[in-house]
């Protein structure tokens, strides 16, 4: 399963990239760290699972909802942020992110998920 971590911090992305592989996840792990880059990544790895920040340089992960929506791309998307209330939730899943976590509260619920696709 491939896997694209689109993230700005790149302490967050080695933190999920190293608790993804201890939780036994295989596959390929790519990072993108803004949106332009996030959507090339989409283009060029086909990700099945997307965890995507809100806040990146060159837009918000808005903007990737909106380009896999209209580009009809099939990915299981995990929005993982700081901006966790109930208006950004609520834009979010209605752009067609599938899961939105917490990243101060629900960080380790993006891992189990995560895990719980292999099995």
């Known amino acids: ?22 939780r036994t996840v295989e596959g390929t792990i790519s990072e993108s760290f803004d949106v332009a880059s996030t959507i090339h990544m989409i283009e060029s790895a086909s990700p099945q699972v997307l965890i995507l920040d809100m806040q990146m340089p060159g ?11 209209e580009a009809q791309k099939n990915i ?11 208006y950004y939730r609520d834009r979010c899943l209605s752009a067609g992110a599938d899961h939105f976590f917490d990243k101060s ?3 380790m619920k993006v891992i189990e998920l995560c895990s719980s696709l292999y099995i």
């Open 1 to 22: 399963m491939n896997i694209l971590l689109a993230e700005d911090s790149e302490l967050i992305r080695e933190n999920l990239k190293k608790l993804l592989r201890q």
């Open 59 to 69: 837009g918000s992960g808005l903007d990737v909802l909106s380009y896999i929506s």
């Open 105 to 107: 509260e629900e960080f």
């Open 76 to 86: 299981l998307v995990m929005v993982l942020t700081n901006h966790s209330t109930n």
